[in-house]
Each structure stands twice: as structure tokens, then as C-alpha cells.
């Protein structure tokens, strides 16, 4: 065996060594000086061994001799394997070894699938060891460790999947496929010096529920940008105390460091009727459909009618602002320049309206 391979493979040899990379996964509860310890040892013995496999000379007698390791249950020895021996085929997308006669590499891959699929309360650390694995030979075009990845993560897309974010239109199977494709995204953008993978993955996956989400829920697509500051204008607006006056889109605009033309796009966003919850010709306009109709709505006939019906409960005020909205098509700020008052005054009467229209119907 070459002097060079024996210098790196060295800490391989021994199986209690071995061991040690994979020791601070594997295990709980050590004292926290020998956690420490582990760790070090363990970080050490893990680089030495990804530099071998990344050399050509040596890296596959490498891969050859982690093999025992991974027979005996070492979760790390054998994510090493894998990614190593193990491909996709571009044919059916099934995994295959890369040795066409390697059966021991196909054993050991179910071994592993099983382990992750099976492994409910498998602890983050250990997903996330594991992880870090496969994250170079993704990043280098790997299939394999890509969808290997995405399995080891997925309790983390189901985790923010289930919580339905912004909009809370989509059914879950679309927020889950999302938060896929977002994950995906973070295999491709993540770098070790960023921060954890976890904590990478979950911001590229709540924004991309985040983004589908609201897209799906407005008949006009908003462009990005303009609906992001839109949300920070409403935070900034919440911060803001009951009596204070209302910030003209000037002060908004100083205050978030933007264009003051930007502040008034954005303030110009109106409610729309999410795509899912439109109601078709002739059908009642009842209090559920209330609450998502839009100028387009209430310019049938029949709807109008009804809803003229229902205004007759409301204040002279309210029924202007409900006019100037839904059948003028107004915003809110042009509405509150309009009768002099602020936006925020103009949403709360609309709401107000809205409200006893509800119960009236």
C-alpha cells in the first residue's frame, strides 16, 4: 500500500477509530469535556478522510476500506461509501451501483434509506452529519447524494410544510412540493461558511412556500419585491401607537430606506379574490363569499342588488367607503385622501362594514 495512503488511511485502520467519527452523532449524554474532545477528534479524522477521497490515487482503495465500517452500522463510514459508489440511473431515475456487480453497494443503500425513513426520532445532529456527507458530491452533480439529501431533510419540509404559511390556499401536497424545490435550491446555494444546512435550507424553504403561496391567492401577479415591501410597510404601520398620525408615504419611505415611489406602489396594492375562492354567475352571494368578493364580483347585477340590500344597515360613512371600494374599485389610501382620513381608518370602516353585512345576510 502506498506510504501516502497509509499516512491517511491510518486512523481508518483501527475500528475503535473509526468509531470516534462518527461518536458524537452516534451517541448522547457524554460529559461536556468529552464531548468536546470527541469532537475535535471526530472533526479531525473526518476531513483527513474526505481529502483522501477527493484524491483519484487513493480514493477508491479509501472507499474500499470503509466498507467493513459501514457493514458494522457506522452511519458515517457508510454515507462516505455511498456517496461514492452509489449513481442514478439517468434512464428511470432508480439508484443503481456504480460498479454494475457491486450488490454490497446496493445492500448498504437500502441500509441506509431504511435507516432515514425509518428513523422518526433520529436526532438533528446526526441528520445533519450526515447531511454534510453528501453535500460536496451534490454540489458536484451528484444525484445520488442530491435526492439522498432531500431524504435525510425531509422532516424538515413536512415541519414548515404543515404550518401553512402566508395564504393558507394551497392543500398541503403543494406547500410540501414547494418546499421541495426550495430545499433543492439550498443544496445548490449552501456553503459551510454560511451557517448550519438546516438552518440554510429552512429559509430557502419557507420562502419558497411563502412565495407560491401568495401568488396563488392574487388573479394578478405581484412582482416580488413590491409585495416584500408591502409587508414591511404594514410592520412598520403596526409599530406605530393608536393615536399616533398616520405617516405620509414620504415618512414611510425615509424611515425603510427605499423610494418614496416605491412606498406608493406598494401602498396601492389592494385586497384581491384568491383564484380558489371565486364563485361562479348566479351563485347567492352569501357572508362566506363576502369576505373575498372584489369590484368584479359586485358588478353583477343581481349581486348588487343583494348587496345595496344589505348597505342599508350601515352608516352614510360606511356605505361611501364600501361604494368607493368595491364598485369604484378605489384603494384605501385614495379613499381616506377622498374623506379625510388616514388609510388605516379607511381599512378599519371597511372591515366594520364588511362585518355587519355578515351578519345581516
Given at each position: 500500500m502506498p506510504r501516502k495512503l497509509v499516512s491517511m488511511l491510518g486512523p481508518f485502520q483501527n475500528p475503535e477509530a473509526m468509531k470516534l467519527a462518527s461518536e458524537k452523532v452516534e451517541t448522547r449524554g457524554a460529559s461536556a469535556a468529552g464531548n468536546s474532545r470527541t469532537e475535535k477528534t471526530a472533526g479531525r479524522i473526518n476531513k483527513t478522510l474526505e481529502m483522501a477521497l477527493r484524491d483519484a490515487s487513493i480514493g477508491g482503495q479509501i472507499r474500499d476500506a470503509l466498507a467493513p465500517h459501514a457493514r458494522a452500522g457506522n452511519l458515517l463510514a457508510l454515507a462516505h461509501y455511498l456517496s461514492h459508489n452509489m449513481t442514478v440511473d439517468a434512464r428511470n431515475g432508480e439508484y443503481v451501483p456504480k460498479r454494475g456487480t457491486d450488490k454490497e453497494a446496493m445492500e448498504l443503500h437500502q441500509k441506509l434509506v431504511e435507516t432515514i425513513r425509518n428513523g422518526r426520532k433520529m436526532p438533528t445532529t446526526q441528520r445533519g452529519k450526515l447531511t454534510n456527507v453528501f453535500i460536496a458530491p451534490a454540489k458536484a452533480g451528484s444525484a445520488y447524494a442530491r435526492n439522498i439529501i432531500i431524504e435525510l431533510n425531509m422532516p424538515l419540509v413536512l415541519g414548515i410544510a404543515g404550518k401553512g404559511h402566508i395564504g393558507g390556499a394551497s392543500k398541503f401536497e403543494d406547500r410540501w412540493m414547494e418546499g421541495v424545490l426550495g430545499l433543492s435550491r439550498a443544496i445548490e446555494g449552501y456553503s459551510p461558511e454560511i451557517s448550519g444546512f438546516s438552518t440554510y435550507a429552512a429559509t430557502c424553504i419557507r420562502h419558497a412556500i411563502n412565495r407560491s403561496s401568495w401568488n396563488e391567492s392574487r388573479n394578478v401577479r405581484i412582482p416580488a419585491g413590491l409585495r416584500d415591501l408591502e409587508t414591511e410597510i404594514w410592520k412598520y404601520l403596526k409599530t406605530l401607537p393608536p393615536s399616533a398620525e398616520e405617516p405620509s408615504p414620504a415618512d414611510?419611505?425615509?424611515?425603510?430606506?427605499?423610494?418614496?415611489?416605491?412606498?406608493?406602489?406598494?401602498?396601492?396594492?389592494?385586497?384581491?379574490?384568491?383564484?380558489?375562492?371565486?364563485?361562479?354567475?348566479?351563485?347567492?352571494?352569501?357572508?362566506?363569499?363576502?369576505?373575498?368578493?372584489?369590484?368584479?364580483?359586485?358588478?353583477?347585477?343581481?349581486?348588487?342588488?343583494?348587496?345595496?340590500?344589505?348597505?342599508?344597515?350601515?352608516?352614510?360613512?360606511?356605505?361611501?367607503?364600501?361604494?368607493?371600494?368595491?364598485?369604484?374599485?378605489?384603494?384605501?389610501?385614495?379613499?381616506?385622501?377622498?374623506?379625510?382620513?388616514?388609510?388605516?381608518?379607511?381599512?378599519?370602516?371597511?372591515?366594520?362594514?364588511?362585518?355587519?353585512?355578515?351578519?345581516?345576510?
Open positions: 414611510i419611505a425615509k424611515k425603510l430606506g427605499v423610494a418614496e415611489k416605491r412606498v406608493r406602489r406598494a401602498l396601492e396594492i389592494g385586497p384581491d379574490v384568491p383564484m380558489n375562492k371565486q364563485f361562479n354567475e348566479g351563485e347567492p352571494l352569501t357572508s362566506a363569499t363576502l369576505l373575498y368578493a372584489d369590484d368584479r364580483s359586485f358588478a353583477r347585477a343581481e349581486d348588487r342588488i343583494l348587496v345595496e340590500e344589505l348597505m342599508r344597515v350601515l352608516t352614510p360613512r360606511q356605505r361611501a367607503v364600501i361604494r368607493k371600494r368595491f364598485w369604484e374599485g378605489k384603494t384605501l389610501v385614495s379613499i381616506g385622501r377622498k374623506i379625510n382620513i388616514g388609510r388605516e381608518r379607511a381599512r378599519q370602516i371597511e372591515a366594520d362594514a364588511l362585518e355587519k353585512m355578515r351578519r345581516e345576510a
